[in-house]
T-cell receptor, first 112, second 115 residues
Framework: AQTVTQSQPEMSVQEAETVTLSCTYDTSENNYYLFWYKQPPSRQMILVIRQEAYKQQNATENRFSVNFQKAAKSFSLKISDSQLGDTAMYFCAFILDYKLSFGAGTTVTVRA | DTGVSQDPRHKITKRGQNVTFRCDPISEHNRLYWYRQTLGQGPEFLTYFQNEAQLEKSRLLSDRFSAERPKGSFSTLEIQRTEQGDSAMYLC?????????????FGSGTRLTVV
């Protein structure tokens, strides 16, 4: 079974600053995918960024980037130039075949 | 394409009553998933359909829960004899074989409160 751990229940960041969310996972598989999802108060899960385990290069999507350390089973998310609209719950997720395993989430609050 | 739709958005029910939720996936998606999210936690996998076939059920899905996807289109999730522990957000998602894991799209969920 795959487990995903997010050790930071809450994070607060000033607008325009940078925040990093941590995530570790446990799996015996070699080929898998990792995701960060955003869940705003509107509740819909929105994919922020994804990483294929076979790729060494860290994924980047605009202000969002990841630090993927496969040997350490670590997958952190960096939000640069934080905006008020980034306020949401962020979930790290692992997928194998078709099933997603989520961490408990980190609530990010961006202060004006 | 209006995305994944779930109905109702909120449901309050008395303990012991039966409830049914509906999910309409993206029309070209042949895979459909149900997840449950309790307060302060990440979603947990409940069940998975490919077309009309239910291919996997989590151990979280007790005998009181049943899911269907007739004709491989919309899906329903029914909870019989609801208990307070069933209070949660029920999320539906869909994807297609072609897009695989990258095409996963979630609905906005149905929030169930059992009183």
């Amino acid at each position: 079974a795959q487990t995903v751990t997010q050790s930071q229940p809450e994070m607060s960041v000033q607008e325009a600053e940078t925040v990093t969310l941590s995530c570790t996972y446990d799996t015996s598989e070699n080929n898998y995918y990792l995701f960060w999802y955003k869940q705003p108060p509107s509740r819909q899960m929105i994919l922020v960024i994804r990483q294929e385990a076979y790729k060494q290069q860290n994924a980047t999507e605009n202000r969002f980037s990841v630090n993927f350390q496969k040997a350490a089973k670590s997958f952190s998310l960096k939000i640069s130039d934080s905006q008020l609209g980034d306020t949401a719950m962020y979930f790290c997720a692992f997928i194998l075949d078709y099933k997603l395993s989520f961490g408990a989430g980190t609530t990010v609050t961006v202060r004006a | 394409d209006t995305g994944v739709s779930q109905d109702p958005r909120h449901k309050i029910t008395k303990r012991g009553q039966n409830v049914t939720f509906r999910c309409d996936p993206i029309s070209e998606h042949n895979r459909l998933y149900w997840y449950r999210q309790t307060l302060g936690q990440g979603p947990e996998f409940l069940t998975y359909f490919q077309n009309e076939a239910q291919l996997e059920k989590s151990r979280l899905l007790s005998d009181r829960f049943s899911a269907e996807r007739p004709k491989g289109s919309f899906s329903t999730l029914e909870i019989q004899r609801t208990e307070q522990g069933d209070s949660a957000m029920y999320l539906c998602a869909s994807s297609s074989i072609l897009t695989g894991v990258f095409g996963y799209t979630f609905g906005s969920g149905t929030r169930l409160t059992v009183v």
